[in-house]
């Protein structure tokens, strides 16, 4: 249970969290996943698996809603029974710990590939998931003011880019809207959708909020945000390139910034400022997936305190993390998992919310009132 003291989080502040989760890693070969779906239709494709996204993210926000006082693995048991609950959140964990260490292994094939090409894989991989491991042994409270610390330093700079990259864009690469095959931009679409599902900790923030009925609102906002954002990527990659040409590269986002320059020349490439800019990017969906990963298994476990875990799981998501041969697998590999993902993201707490709502459980409704009145 939550006392009002521990309600602090704004609607703002879960806002922030959820933009600075999705916009990460997967920022670089965005523009490429909806094109191999959609060709010029490739911004339809990222809205709607924006829209697939926001899905999940909205069942999460009514449970949340329903359940003000508890995160996704405590009101689990109350909707389907222990045994069945316990089985739903070890699905949870193991999924979000590979996540983290799929996250962590693109990260590192993008640093050894880009910039640091002398350094082993290994090390730019248990450097950032000890930056992670280190972060997470703080509460909710001050893991939200984290995100919200960097949450202005990835979104201007990423704007500006975008904006400044589409006077190069050419409307004809944009036609037609809807692609030239439709019919095959399902699995795009569920690739992209795969992005946001990092959308999911927001189970862990909803009872701390001060006003939790206002999730919804914040879900909302975070989506738009974060969405809008991806849609102004692809539309921006496609109109500079054209789709053809993106099929021909690994990583569309970081040539657009390769191609873009600031006014009278002040910066004649931003790819080193956007790398700097993307790195805050992936820590940010890294320690939000890692610590969704602790709570959940600390809750499960009954533990009063998830520190403990933060070390603990280490080596097991770097081994995870260094399993892929190459960029090739790798992808392969965060494709399958998103796909398989969004049965868990989307499938899971769908699930919940019908049995909730058929088997009439809440959260306790005393409580919530006090903390509407509180906020």
Request: charged share 10%; net charge positive.
């Amino acid at each position: 249970m939550q006392s009002n003291s521990n309600r602090q989080i704004t609607t703002i502040e879960s806002a922030a969290v959820l933009v600075s989760t999705i916009i990460g890693v997967g920022v670089l070969p965005l523009p490429l996943f909806a094109v191999r779906a959609g060709d010029a239709g490739a911004p339809l494709v990222t809205l709607l698996g924006m829209l697939v996204g926001f899905v999940g993210l909205a069942l999460i926000a009514l449970l949340g809603m329903r359940f003000p006082n508890k995160n996704i693995i405590q009101y689990s048991e109350d909707i389907i029974g222990k045994w069945l609950a316990a089985l739903g959140s070890i699905c949870i964990i193991g999924f979000f710990a590979v996540l983290t260490s799929l996250t962590a292994r693109e990260f590192g094939e993008v640093v050894v590939t880009s910039v640091l090409k002398e350094t082993p894989l290994e090390v730019t991989v248990i450097v950032m998931l000890l930056l992670a491991a280190v972060s997470t042994r703080n509460n909710v409270i001050t893991f939200s003011y984290i995100h919200l610390f960097y949450f202005p330093f990835l979104l201007l700079p990423a704007i500006l880019i975008v904006a400044l990259s589409l006077k190069n864009a050419d409307l004809i690469n944009l036609q037609p809207v809807w692609g030239n095959n439709p019919s095959h931009m399902l699995p795009g679409v569920l690739t992209v959708a795969a992005l946001f599902q990092g959308s999911f900790v927001l189970t862990l923030v909803i009872p701390a909020m001060r006003n939790p009925k206002k999730a919804m609102k914040a879900s909302l906002l975070g989506m738009l945000i974060a969405g809008g954002l991806y849609i102004s990527i692809v539309i921006a990659a496609v109109g500079v390139f054209g789709a053809e040409e993106i099929k021909n590269l690994l990583w569309p986002t970081l040539e657009l910034a390769k191609a873009t320059s600031l006014p009278a020349n002040i910066l004649e490439r931003l790819d080193a400022a956007f790398l700097a800019v993307w790195v805050t990017a992936v820590f940010t969906t890294l320690f939000s997936s890692y610590y969704l990963t602790l709570q959940a298994l600390s809750t499960l476990s009954r533990l009063k305190d998830h520190n403990m875990l933060s070390f603990f799981l280490l080596p097991l998501v770097f081994i995870m993390a260094v399993m892929p041969q190459n960029i090739i697998s790798m992808y392969e590999i965060i494709a399958f998992v998103g796909r398989i993902g969004l049965s868990l993201t989307i499938g899971y707490p769908a699930l919940l919310f019908i049995i909730a709502l058929i088997r009439g459980k809440r959260g306790d409704r005393s409580n919530g009132k006090q903390v509407e009145k509180a906020s």
